[in-house]
């Protein structure tokens, strides 16, 4: 046995046991040699960064992806929608049907007798001209409005198609369309063949040497010829003042009185960063500021720095603290007024609720009333610029404004200009290029061409906290670490909305008759966001809707609120006028021009809004 028990030891293999780590000993090898995985994680990052922001460059600012995900998103709803698709090629067959019954028709009686079988919508102004009505062009834009229409059909009430994805396609469909309307050509478009034909070919020639000029100043960054004749400080910003105060971010200006007495409580004006203050101090006739000041009030504008890359990192916060609460305190250090008027444009106005609720909820009181010109509070319906606004296109604009530290003046016209590429593009070609007449440059056209930058951080936060996730509405903004709400609001509100505003839709900007717990005197005023604003009295064709709601009355709604308002003629701003005398107190002494710790610095319209 014992022997046995020997020889299976000696021909028993021995097993060799090898020694592993365990997975909690494991230390994960480096990504690269020298770079850990942090590091390895911050590069590729910026590779994606850097990648997006040349990306940016070819598409205007528009995430591919973006786009991407509202074409696959309708295409596959579409698919899946085969009574949809019944529905659509019968539509196709009846709008043809429509057409060769309108030709028809055309050849037998006369296309003056033949009513058209669709017509323009109410702001298409492509084809009123009368030479539209001649065969073939009357067969060609009606071909091409049904087209349109088609295509609206084609790309609306597909069942389950999200609703922003739904208005993104539409949109681009439309954009696209307009690219191919026979105005936009030569061969296709009658009133553009008939001057060629009187001018022997001259306005082609005018055409083409306005587009030589244009490409050049494009590519040169100059500014349009028209323009030199309109100047900051000569003929544009006139209005007599001082600046008495300058920091990082703003100077305030303080503006000479023009009457004799004036109300103890000044008006304080904020305007929007994304564009310059002084569309509120145009020419001699139609200043904001002017008029102000000839009702008796002692007038002070922000007017904001032009950022750059030093000033990435600006945030939200830092335009509330560096702006309206510093002007604020600069404001009642100068006057000696316990209360002021506090009125915000568009993105102004924006940030004067923040501030607003902010210093209600500290019981900072010094707001007498706040006036909104064209302000958004909740972004929930912001119009077509929400086409824009989600996680993929904002993460995109965000790497595009990381590689300067801010996002560039002709990035956000380009996005304007897509808004509204019939007035502000397809016009023009043809107007311009095509007809060969240059439209005579104007105030309001020439500080429009006068764009500003945004800082990145700003930009940003601006996009995910109001437009993206709402948080003012919701309650969910925090200021100083703390949630604000409008509800805080005590002092009264003005606010104004425009009828054809496509920045802040009025439907929208009237919200804050929702929002507040205060008196509301809400103006519906014809025009756009910005014209609809400068509105000076005597400006021809100007009418304007208003209705009070006072604190407890019930809620309407925008379209009751529409039938309930009284309509005028003419412009609003005596009426907001009327509306800060009654909740003034009496005219007296003038104020001094700043005071010992705000002195004058230099004269308005200062440095800051001359910045390029």
């Known amino acids: 046995m014992a022997r046995d028990s020997s020889a299976r030891k000696k021909t028993t293999p021995k097993l060799k046991v090898v020694d592993r780590p365990s997975a909690k000993a494991a230390a994960p090898a480096p990504a690269y040699e020298g770079i850990d995985a942090d590091a390895a994680s911050q590069m590729a990052q910026m590779i994606d960064r850097a990648a997006h922001a040349a990306m940016a460059r070819g598409t205007m600012g528009l995430s591919p992806a973006a ?10 709803h579409l698919a899946a ?3 949809k698709q019944l529905h659509l090629v019968e539509k196709a067959l009846r709008k043809q049907t429509r057409l060769w019954r309108y ?3 055309c050849a037998a009686a006369g296309q003056h007798e033949t009513p058209p079988c669709i017509e323009p919508l109410a702001q298409d102004r492509r084809f009123t001209s009368e030479a539209w009505q001649k065969p073939p062009f009357n067969l060609i834009y009606q071909n091409f409005l049904l087209t349109q229409q088609w295509w609206e059909e084609a790309t609306t009430g597909i069942s389950g198609l999200s609703k922003q994805h739904e208005a993104s396609v539409s949109f681009a469909a439309r954009q696209v369309l307009d690219v191919f309307s026979p105005s936009n050509y030569l061969a296709t478009n009658p009133e553009v063949i008939e001057r060629t034909v009187e001018e022997r070919g001259a306005n082609l ?6 587009f030589v000029d244009d490409w050049q100043r494009q590519i040169s960054d100059r500014p349009a010829a028209e323009s030199a004749e309109f100047r900051v400080g000569e003929n544009l910003a006139t209005a007599k003042g001082k600046v008495v105060l300058r920091n990082r971010l703003m100077e305030l200006i303080q503006y000479e009185p023009t009457t004799d007495t004036v109300h103890p409580e000044p008006v304080l004006i904020v305007p929007a960063w994304i564009m310059k203050y002084y569309i509120l101090d145009l020419s001699e006739h139609n200043s904001l500021v002017r008029w102000l000041t000839g009702q008796g009030y002692t007038v002070f504008m922000i007017s904001w720095k032009n950022p750059d890359s030093e000033d990435r990192d600006l945030v939200m916060d830092d335009y509330r603290k560096l702006g309206i609460m510093t002007a604020l305190d600069a404001v009642q250090s100068i006057t000696g007024s316990e209360q002021i008027h506090a009125a915000g444009y568009c993105l102004g106005g924006t940030l004067l609720q923040i501030a607003a609720a902010a210093m209600a909820r500290d019981n900072d009181d010094r707001l007498a009333t706040i006036t909104l010109m064209a302000a958004q509070a909740d972004f929930s319906e912001a119009g077509e610029l929400m086409l824009f606004i989600n996680e993929s296109q904002v993460s995109f604009l965000e790497d595009m404004m990381w590689a300067k530290g801010y996002l560039a ?7 304007f200009q897509i808004l509204r590429s019939n007035d502000l593009v397809w016009s023009r070609i043809q107007r311009e290029y095509l007809m060969g007449d240059r439209a005579p440059m104007f105030d309001l056209l020439a500080w429009n061409a006068d764009a500003t930058r945004m800082p990145y951080r700003m930009h940003s936060e601006y996009l995910r906290r109001l437009f993206l996730d709402n948080d003012l509405s919701a309650g969910k ?5 703390r949630a604000i709400a409008l509800t805080d ?5 003005f606010a104004v909305g425009t009828e054809t505003d496509h920045v802040a839709p009025w439907r ?10 205060t008196d509301v005197t809400f103006v519906l005023t014809s025009g756009g966001h910005n014209a609809g604003i400068v509105s000076e009295p005597g400006h021809p064709r100007r009418y304007y809707r208003i209705k009070e709601t006072r604190h407890g009355d019930p809620y309407l709604g925008p379209e009751s609120w529409l039938e309930a308002a009284t309509q005028h003629q003419g412009s609003w701003w005596p009426e907001w006028g009327d509306w800060l005398d009654a909740r003034s107190t009496k005219p007296g002494a003038v104020p001094p021009m700043g005071n010992e710790d705000y002195p004058p610095m230099s004269d308005a319209p200062g440095s800051y809004v001359l910045q390029k």
């Not at 020639?205 to 306005?210: L, P, S």
């Not at 903004?477 to 670490?481: A, C, I, K, T, Y």
């Open 67 to 76: 786009l991407w995900n509202a074409w696959a998103d309708w295409a596959l």
């Open 103 to 105: 030709a028809t028709q």
């Open 477 to 481: 903004f925090d200021v100083d670490g």
């Open 508 to 517: 929208s900007a009237y919200k804050v008759q929702l929002l507040t717990d």
């Open 81 to 83: 929608s085969p009574g």
């Open 205 to 210: 020639k005018r055409g083409f040497q306005a």
């Open 489 to 493: 609001i005590r002092a009264p509100i």
């Open 409 to 415: 003046s002709e990035q956000m016209a380009g996005a």
